[in-house]
Structures are given as structure tokens and as C-alpha cells.
T-cell receptor
């Protein structure tokens, strides 16, 4: 069975603080993809990143960075120097190779206060 | 602009009524999906469609129905058989079925359905 756990239900930080959102996954498959999506108050999910199971290189995109560690089955997301516009619900998701179905975590609500 | 349009944004339904949620995309994507989101939970797959005139049940299809008569459109009907329909519904599409995870899904802005 596949599962994604986002243990942090809600995080509140002050603007300019760094914040890390945790994602732990379970799968028996050797080939799979991991995703992060952002859900702003408007409701739609915005794609942030996709990472396949064979690529453990960390990735940085502006203030965003992702740390993928297969040894701990984690795919954590860090926002550096957070901004109020980063306030949203963030979802981690998993899909195994040849599947059609994304398995989502329960999401982490991030509130960035001015 | 290309994207996915869901309408209406808010919908109220009386118990015992069927209601249809609209989803239209102009991304020329073959695959489309319907997800349900409940507070504090992740998204759960209701139905998906790989091509026109074909669709498959997801994890929570009971009480829902869909059609895929056009590539651009994938409406979802919430029937009176759905026991707890109050939720946020998201439609998504991808270039092709998410096999291998090689493509990402694009989401609409959702429809919030409330049963009164």
C-alpha cells in the first residue's frame, strides 16, 4: 500500500523566517514520483515540483528547495525567507510508475504573518 | 489563456437532488480527473478519464457519475445516492494518463458544494 504523511497540520511563522514542511511516504515500488502542490486560498492546486525515485539530488528554485532522502522516505520542502504570499496549504503526493492515481498527504497549512 | 475552468464556484443543493459540476479545459489534454477534498484531508480520486467516451471509477465513485462526450469537458454529477456530498471538488487534467508520473496534473479552482 502507498501512503503519504504530512504530520504538520498547521505551521505559523513570521515573515522572513525559514520554514520546512515535512513529507514522509510509504511505498514498496522502486519506481515512483513525488510531487509538491500549493493550494492558495483561491482553491486551485499549483504544481511546484516533480521528482522521480532515482534522482535524489536536492533542488533549489528561488526561495524554494526540496530535500529528497530515500533512506528515510522523506521529501521535505523548505521555504527560505518566507513571505505573506506563501500562505497556503501545501500538499505532498506520490504516484507509482504505471499508475494513474496521485496519493496525497493531508496537507500542511502554512500561515506567514507580516 | 489555457487552463481548466470549473463552474460554479459555490453550489448549494437540497437533500435528494442531483447536481452537476462543470469542468472544461482548453489545454488539449487527453486525461481528466475529479477529486474530492474534505477539511484536513488530502484529495481523493472520484473518477478519471483517459480519452473521450471512456472513464473509470476511482476510490470513492459511489454516488457520483460522469460523462466524457467531448475532449474538453468532463462534468461530474453528484447524485442523491451520495451520502455526504458536502465537500470541495477539484477537476484536473494531464497530457495523458498519469502513468509513470512523467507528467503533472493541472487543477481547476474547484467547486464548493454544500447540501442544505
Amino acid at each position: 500500500a502507498q501512503k503519504v504523511t504530512q504530520a504538520q497540520t498547521e505551521i505559523s511563522v513570521v515573515e522572513k523566517e525559514d520554514v520546512t514542511l515535512d513529507c514522509v511516504y510509504e511505498t514498496r515500488d522502486t519506481t515512483y514520483y513525488l510531487f509538491w502542490y500549493k493550494q492558495p486560498p483561491s482553491g486551485e492546486l499549483v504544481f511546484l515540483i516533480r521528482r522521480n525515485s532515482f534522482d535524489e539530488q536536492n533542488e533549489i528554485s528561488g526561495r524554494y528547495s526540496w530535500n529528497f532522502q530515500k533512506s528515510t522516505s522523506s521529501f521535505n520542502f523548505t521555504i527560505t525567507a518566507s513571505q505573506v504570499v506563501d500562505s497556503a496549504v501545501y500538499f505532498c503526493a506520490l504516484i507509482k510508475y504505471s499508475s494513474y492515481k496521485l496519493i496525497f498527504g493531508s496537507g500542511t497549512r502554512l500561515l506567514v504573518r507580516p | 489563456d489555457g487552463g481548466i475552468t470549473q463552474s460554479p464556484k459555490y453550489l448549494f443543493r437540497k437533500e435528494g437532488q442531483n447536481v452537476t459540476l462543470s469542468c472544461e479545459q482548453n489545454l488539449n489534454h487527453d486525461a481528466m480527473y475529479w477529486y474530492r477534498q474534505d477539511p484536513g484531508q488530502g484529495l481523493r480520486l472520484i473518477y478519471y478519464s483517459q480519452i473521450v467516451n471512456d472513464f473509470q471509477k476511482g476510490d470513492i465513485a459511489e454516488g457520483y457519475s460522469v460523462s466524457r462526450e467531448k475532449k474538453e469537458s468532463f462534468p461530474l454529477t453528484v447524485t442523491s445516492a451520495q451520502k455526504n456530498p458536502t465537500a470541495f471538488y477539484l477537476c484536473a487534467s494531464s497530457i495523458d494518463l498519469l502513468q509513470g508520473g512523467g507528467t503533472e496534473a493541472f487543477f481547476g479552482q474547484g467547486t464548493r458544494l454544500t447540501v442544505v
